[in-house]
């Protein structure tokens, strides 16, 4: 099993930046393919960014390309989202993801509780 733990988020103003940070345990983090995911109030959840075991690809929703980065450090057992150039439709609950296989997917096996970001002016 997987235990995941998300924390960063906050409230920043349009153009702002904010990173996020999801500790996992349970499981070694290098087997696992990790993403995160958003849900804002009365939409569906959405696929943000993944990354995959060692690191090397990375992928990203078109709506954040280019403002958002993945990353992980397996040495600390921590995926990270740099989110940069933040607008009002960002504003969601982020959750991250682990999944032993699914790189690019809804289906991914275990979330953590999900932290929340706002973007208001």
């Known amino acids: 099993q997987v235990q995941l733990v998300e924390s960063g988020g906050g409230a920043v103003q349009p153009g702002g930046s904010l990173r996020l940070s999801c500790a996992a345990s349970?499981?070694?983090?290098?087997?696992?393919?990790m993403a995160w995911f958003r849900q804002a109030p009365g939409k569906e959840r959405e696929s943000v960014a993944s990354?995959?075991?060692?690191?090397?690809?990375?992928y990203y929703a078109d709506s954040v390309k280019g403002r958002f980065t993945i990353s992980r450090d397996n040495a600390n057992n921590t995926v990270y989202l740099q989110m940069d150039r933040l607008e009002p439709d960002d504003t969601a609950i982020y959750y991250c993801?682990?999944?032993?296989?699914?790189?690019?997917?809804?289906?991914?096996?275990?979330w953590g509780q999900g932290t929340q970001v706002t973007i208001s002016s």
């Open positions: 349970g499981t070694p983090f290098s087997s696992l393919n």
């Open positions: 993801g682990a999944d032993s296989w699914r790189v690019w997917s809804l289906l991914y096996d275990w």
């Open positions: 990354i995959t075991r060692n690191g090397r690809e990375t």
